[in-house]
């Protein structure tokens, strides 16, 4: 049996913030409970998924603006590794877009590594979600074992409450293909930073100035392809 649940109950809380770290490999925490509840008590989302009883994955967010608007603003979202691929990343996103609906907010935002591909796909084309900006070494660096003390660099991505969900492709067309621009990323960048650091960086750097400066200048980003790359061309996005 699947349950995706807010929380309101500490134990619960601290069985997410544990798995948190799990998903993460981080040494130090990523959340407490004081914070968790904080966040619920004060409005914020704070819920997990269960699988048979057993919590397998869970979100955070807070209340934002964007673009003077009020939003979710989705700051952890993690699955255990073998949960992936199932649908439940989807439905707790989901979830969240609904929780924000019945709120009165106009997006649910979050922000991605740009290098990491199974994320870019899923943001972008399972979800519909739009790239709305370039964040440089947003956090700093971090110690946890998926980002490495890389830096962390970070995609803002906008998915509307305006629209259903269930009709949205993610697969958008160029509207002149002849002024796209692809911009490639690695395979596997978590494990290439574990084994060959100088090259991860360069890929850090050429994305940060291809997609980031084109970003900058006024170009959207209209997918992400099969091959693994961003898709992007000349005007803001909407």
Do not use: C
Not at 37 to 46: D, L, T
Request: glycine share 10%.
């Amino acid at each position: 049996m699947t349950e995706i649940r807010l929380l309101d109950d500490a134990a619960e809380m601290r069985r997410m913030a544990k798995l948190f770290d799990q998903v993460w490999g981080a040494a130090t925490p990523l959340i407490n409970v004081e914070l968790a509840r904080a966040v619920s008590h004060a409005g914020g989302y704070v819920a997990a998924v269960y699988v048979d009883g057993q919590v397998v994955g869970g979100s955070l967010g807070f209340l934002a603006r964007h673009r003077g608007s009020y939003a979710l603003h989705s700051h952890l979202t993690g699955l255990l590794p073998g949960i992936r691929g199932s649908g439940l990343g989807r439905q707790l996103k989901r979830h969240q877009r609904e929780w924000a609906a019945e709120r009165g907010l106009r997006w649910v935002t979050w922000t991605f590594d740009p290098l990491v591909r199974h994320n870019a796909r899923f943001n972008l084309r399972v979800l519909g979600a739009e790239v709305h900006d370039y964040l440089v070494d947003f956090y700093g660096a971090m110690d946890d074992a998926i980002n490495a003390r890389d830096e962390s660099d970070r995609l803002l991505v906008a998915w509307t409450t305006a629209e259903d969900p269930n009709t949205a492709t993610g697969d958008a067309v160029a509207d002149d293909e002849a002024q796209t621009v692809a911009v490639p990323t690695p395979t596997d960048i978590v494990a290439l930073r574990r084994t060959d650091r100088e090259a991860a960086e360069q890929w850090r750097h050429r994305v940060r100035h291809e997609l980031g400066g084109r970003l900058a200048e006024g170009w959207r980003v209209v997918t992400f392809t099969d091959e693994g790359a961003y898709l992007i061309e000349p005007g803001a996005p909407t």
